[in-house]
């Protein structure tokens, strides 16, 4: 076995680079609690991965995605999130898999390619500074096509920041499976997944640092009647909101009602992705009918041009997954209606905080270039970069979700500052672990040529 050169770092071994990849897809705590490991020392793998794909940016010898494919790669990823489809190992392999069919004599997968595709593109879920980092070409061009064109319209439509408004759904995923069941309850609310979901939250921010009362839609029985609190509006149906409606249901509850409260102000403009539920003809002549200007922003474009991609929608998914794994071990006998009256008190607390963070939100569109800097330009991606991961800070701390101040912000230490002590081993040799993956079999794992 060759010896590594001094001061050269080797790389993970295939457990390890299979428990970073869960956490790159998710976050170091989730992948602590599926692979039962403290998530310190994930975060020293975490480290490591960065500083050798730093020191050593060139591939192994092998069949790999072209750079073109790769960018292919990371749009369908950051399109996936935005529409909170999975992403995942399995999910991950089988669409790289599908894309290097083209490439002749066959793609190879390995993790250490899969954990080196998400670093080189900045595809960690918990970075701070994602208004920094480069989209893939293509999608680079369009967020910057859709900031130009949104501030263009803007100064001519003379908009003033109370009319302007950033709106986007999270829809919220309930396991009965997994809630009742002895282990792991404190998962069975997920922010992603592929069926029907347990009820789903429309935010809406404004630029003014205003935020409007959430729409939330939820299936199934509504609770117990009680007072709601005024920064939320319930819809409950027992088969739930079809996609247009919600958004016909979001305009006529939450956006007419405000411009009532402005003296009916016939302009307006909308900053939404491009979700399903934002653009058939329907939604949008609704839209349009109520004095609102769809900004419809780009595929795979969100993390740069929605304020609330900037700290907010995180932030409150982190706050609800906090205070969801503090009760979790209570709840397996209660049944939706309950879960949702808890749910609502949760998510008013959290709007509570929102309502008197009014300097964050408006530091949220200039940092998404929504509207222009002080000076009329955008600010440079570090300096954005920076004002993002000091907002993400803020935001956390006024949610009392904040943690320890890591030595690292895209890859957070918190209090073990001793080296890992364990002997690395090159990709591929040495320690290995019994669990197959996603079905295939352990010797697989070393190499899996499609």
Known sequence: QREPEP????ALSVRKLRVVLF??????????????????????????????????????????????????????????????????????????????????GGFQISYEWAVRFMLRHHLSTHTRRG????????????????????????HAQELPPA????????????????????????????????????????????????????LVISRGRPPCPTALPKSILLESKESGCGDDEIMELWAAR?????????????????????????????????????????????AGCSSRAQPLDVCVKRSLKNFLHKKWRERARDLADSDSS??????????????????????????????????PGPAGASGSPRRNGDEQ????????????????????????ENDDPEADPEILHRLFEGESEAESFYGFEEADLELMEI
């Open 389 to 412: 991961e000091e907002l993400i800070a803020a935001m956390e701390e006024r949610l009392k979700i904040a943690k320890t101040r890591e030595s690292s912000p895209e890859f957070p």
């Open 338 to 371: 309950a879960l949702l009256q808890l749910l609502l008190g949760w998510l008013g607390e959290a709007l509570e905080v929102l309502g008197n963070c009014p300097e964050l939100i408006r530091k949220s569109f200039l940092v998404a270039s929504v509207l």
């Open 254 to 298: 939450v956006w007419r009602k405000h411009t009532e409260c402005r003296g009916g102000a016939s302009k307006g403009m909308l900053v939404l992705d491009c979700h399903r539920t934002h653009l058939s003809e329907e939604v949008l002549a609704v839209l349009s009918a109520a004095g609102a200007l769809p900004a419809v922003i780009p």
């Open 7 to 10: 001061g050269r770092k080797e």
């Open 163 to 214: 009319m302007i408004a950033a709106v986007d759904e999270i829809s919220l995923f309930l396991d009965a499976e997994v809630l009742g069941s002895d282990e792991r309850k404190e998962s069975a609310l997920q922010t992603v997944g592929n069926g029907e979901p347990w009820c789903e939250l429309v935010l809406t921010l404004l630029a003014d640092g205003g935020v409007l009362p959430a």
């Open 23 to 104: 956490a790159l897809c998710s976050s170091p705590e989730q992948a602590a609690r599926h692979f039962r490991s403290p998530p310190r020392r994930i975060r020293r793998w975490l480290r490591r991965c960065r500083a050798l794909q730093d020191e050593r940016p060139e591939l192994p010898e092998g069949k790999y995605l072209s750079l073109e494919a790769e960018e292919k790669l990371a749009e369908w990823v950051l399109t996936q999130r935005e529409q909170q489809l999975p992403v995942n190992e399995e999910t991950l392999f089988q669409k790289a898999t599908k894309i290097g069919r083209a490439l002749e």
């Open 131 to 154: 208004v920094a980092h480069p989209l893939p070409k293509e999608i680079q061009g369009n967020a910057g096509a859709f900031i130009e064109f949104v501030q263009r319209q803007i």
